[in-house]
């Protein structure tokens, strides 16, 4: 008799495990697989994955932003994920850097500064379904880390964005990155030296703001 009851019943449990079971087994997997992905708290990858999901939300919310939303908004992830002093010094290099002033040196960091973060507001403006995907982290030689990952484009094309970072204070810090290969920071090297040295500090300081202006409208 109970056999015969739980095989009248057996349609019922299978719509049960069907209906409420299985989904909530498929939300625990997804979860899970979620907080795989998440970078471990304060490693390298950490301040990468800080700087692109904050890239992926002026995408998401750039046109209800606007430009000068997505600046302020940006201004904040650049600050705690970019070494800005490092980069421009690095750029520079030891021996135009010490013949600027110490008002040049500030100068020239917030100019800096500012185009890094403009430069991010105009180019990160538009989401088609973009996402980052984390690729790997690695030891580089004297104390960096590389973080290895890849924009995926709305058509499926991967565009590689590698950062090297450096520890500042105890915080990973982006001093470079690396688009499909090309460092931006030995461009920048090439092209900020050879004003410099033709033209003098104020025409580098000039060109930097007109790289401001212009990423307002790219």
Do not use: C
């Not at 994955?49 to 932003?65: A, C, F, I, K, P």
């Not at 040295?197 to 060109?207: K, N, P």
């Amino acid at each position: 008799m109970k056999a015969k009851q739980i095989i009248k019943q057996l349609p019922w449990i299978l719509i049960l495990v069907s209906v409420i079971i299985l989904p909530l087994i498929s939300v625990v997997k997804i979860a899970k697989a979620s907080e795989a992905e998440l970078p471990e708290p304060d490693s390298a990858y950490a301040t990468v994955y800080d700087l692109q999901q904050s890239l992926l939300q002026s995408m998401r919310e750039g046109e209800q932003m606007g430009y000068a939303g997505r600046v302020e908004f940006l201004t904040d992830a650049v600050n705690r994920t970019h070494d800005i002093e490092l980069i421009i010094k690095t750029i520079l290099g030891a021996t135009l850097w010490f013949e600027l002033s110490s008002e040049q040196q500030d100068l020239i960091i917030e100019t800096f500064r500012q185009l890094s973060i403009a430069t991010y507001a105009g180019q990160f403006k538009q989401h088609e379904g973009e996402q980052f995907e984390f690729i790997e982290q690695r030891d580089l030689p004297r104390d960096q880390k590389l973080v290895r990952s890849q924009l995926i484009q709305s058509n499926g094309t991967p565009v590689n964005f590698d950062y090297v970072l450096h520890q500042n204070a105890g915080k990973w810090l982006i001093i470079n990155i690396l688009f499909d290969g090309v460092s931006d920071l030995a461009i920048k090297r090439s092209e900020y030296r050879s004003i410099m040295q033709r033209d003098g500090f104020q025409a580098l300081i000039d060109m930097l703001n007109v790289k401001i202006t212009e990423a307002e409208h790219n």
